[in-house]
């Protein structure tokens, strides 16, 4: 299969050679018919001066001689009845009549009779033109004839230096298409390379098509197109990326809900068992059990519970409902909540009495969170402290890494993947979503090994 510039150079070389040839044939034919014209009018205006000289002629022999010495030309004179009386070339006596000659004919009805014909006698094309006249009171019909070798061989002549410079014309061509072709293949292979870039997703790749304006356009709209599809590989890759985000997310609340639901769960099952194995356990015992599987189901559905807020929260779907409250109070009631778990902690409260106006549940949830994370990570006393319109929730724990400052809050996200709480790693998600519809923010600042601070403003929230 031929190449695209094989093809061009070939189609190129094809349409000019044809239009040489046809111009040519038409060139030939139109100069050729142009230079027996031209002849047949010299011989016409040869034939109007022997005729002035005619007249004044006694040996027609010798007169027609004496013109083809000079002129080179055939000179025939026949009287009426076709009989030749005078010839430059031949013996007249042995010539045919010339009576039903076409020239000799046509003159008896035009001015001139004229025909190209070959000659018998001296064996060649002539161009004969014939004219009748008078010679001594008695019609006569002069008949001038050329060779056409002669013209015909001069016309040959510069026919050839034609066919040469048109050789010459051809082989130009060929270099200029060659040259053209190259130019064509250069471009389609910049196009190919870049192409081939691409497809290995180089989208950065460089074309440069300087030739032709069409592969100009064809690499414009390429380079379109790459842009096009380098958005969308990006976008498939955050795509991809937030696919393995939420599957990980998957993954870990699968592992999370396993892991905290398997203890209450297996005891559960456990006490249950129990009590179905034994038919005479004293009442107390049966109801101490009782008492314990009834404590894991509440601890299983308060789990539920938290995951369910954690989903409204983030979808926006939890409804705020506003009422006037005292902050020290709040913070009192949930340092005595939480003291009930952690038994030999203690949780200071350094909170003046304020009026706040905002969402109490909501209020109480994110405390809770805050200061059961405090406890849970840190073995001194937590500190609930406001100072000005900044509320905030202080441990002397293990403290966070600088580098999972920023992730902590991020829903499911655990430092030590190890270990998990109630809260199944939402807890500081959680609050991060209620102080957001709350118009707040959490600021968290810690030092690993000394201690964390988790705060934020309640300014939004004062009872104006």
């Known amino acids: ?67 083809n010495k000079k002129t080179s030309l055939r000179v025939t004179i026949v009287d009426k009845d076709g009989f030749v009386l005078a010839e430059s070339n031949a013996d007249k006596s042995k010539m045919d009549n010339h009576a039903s000659r076409f020239e000799i004919m046509l003159s008896n009805r035009e001015d001139y009779g004229d025909i190209t014909r070959y000659s018998k006698t001296v064996k060649t094309d002539f161009l004969y033109v014939a004219k009748k006249t ?42 200029v298409s060659k040259s053209m072709s190259q130019k064509v293949l250069y471009d389609i292979d910049q196009i190919t390379k870049y192409l081939d870039e691409v497809s290995n997703k180089n989208y ?33 890759i955050k795509n991809m990326a937030k696919l393995r985000l939420i599957n990980k997310q998957r993954n870990d609340i699968l592992s999370a809900i396993s892991h905290e639901f398997k203890n209450p769960v297996a005891s559960i099952i456990g006490y249950a068992q ?73 949780v200071i409260v350094q909170v003046d009495q304020k009026m706040i106006f905002s969402d109490k549940t909501m209020m109480e949830l994110v405390l809770i969170n805050l200061v059961d994370n405090a406890l849970k990570y840190s073995s001194g006393d937590v500190i609930i402290k406001l100072e000005g319109t900044n509320l905030s929730v202080e441990d002397s724990g ?61 300014k939004e929230m004062l009872k104006s």
């Open 204 to 236: 950065k790749a460089i074309i440069k098509t300087k030739y032709f304006y069409e592969f100009l356009q064809i690499s414009l709209l390429l380079k379109n197109l790459v842009k096009k599809l380098s958005k969308n590989e990006k976008k498939k």
């Open 274 to 346: 129990t009590i179905q194995g034994d038919a005479d356990m004293p009442q107390n015992i049966r109801d101490k059990f009782l008492s314990k599987i009834n404590s894991n189901g509440e601890k299983i559905s308060k789990m539920l519970d938290r995951l369910a807020l954690s989903v409204k929260l983030e979808n926006g779907d939890l409804t705020i409902n506003k009422s006037e409250f005292d902050l020290k109070q709040l913070c009192n009631e949930v340092a005595l909540n939480l003291a009930t778990k952690y038994k030999n902690r203690e």
């Open 1 to 67: 299969m031929l190449k695209i510039h094989q093809i061009f150079i070939l189609k190129f070389l094809l349409l000019f050679i044809s239009t040489l040839l046809i111009t040519s044939i038409i060139s030939y034919l139109a100069l050729k018919n142009i230079i027996i014209e031209h002849n047949k009018n010299h011989l016409k205006h040869a034939i109007e001066f022997i005729e002035i000289e005619l007249e004044n002629i006694e040996n027609l022999d010798n007169f027609v001689m004496k013109i």
């Open 134 to 175: 008078v010679y001594k009171n008695e019609p006569v019909y002069v008949r001038l004839s050329m060779s056409l070798a002669q013209i015909m061989y001069d016309f040959y002549s510069l026919w050839t230096k034609l066919l040469f410079v048109f050789f010459i014309i051809v082989i130009i061509a060929a270099f």
């Open 398 to 458: 293990i403290g966070i890494k600088e580098e999972y400052l920023e992730k902590i809050t991020n829903k499911f996200y655990r430092v030590d993947k190890n270990s998990w709480d109630n809260s199944m790693g939402i807890g500081l998600a959680m609050v991060k979503y209620i102080l957001k519809a709350l118009g707040s923010l959490l600021d968290i600042k810690s030092e690993f090994g000394k201690g964390s601070i988790f705060s934020f403003s309640i």
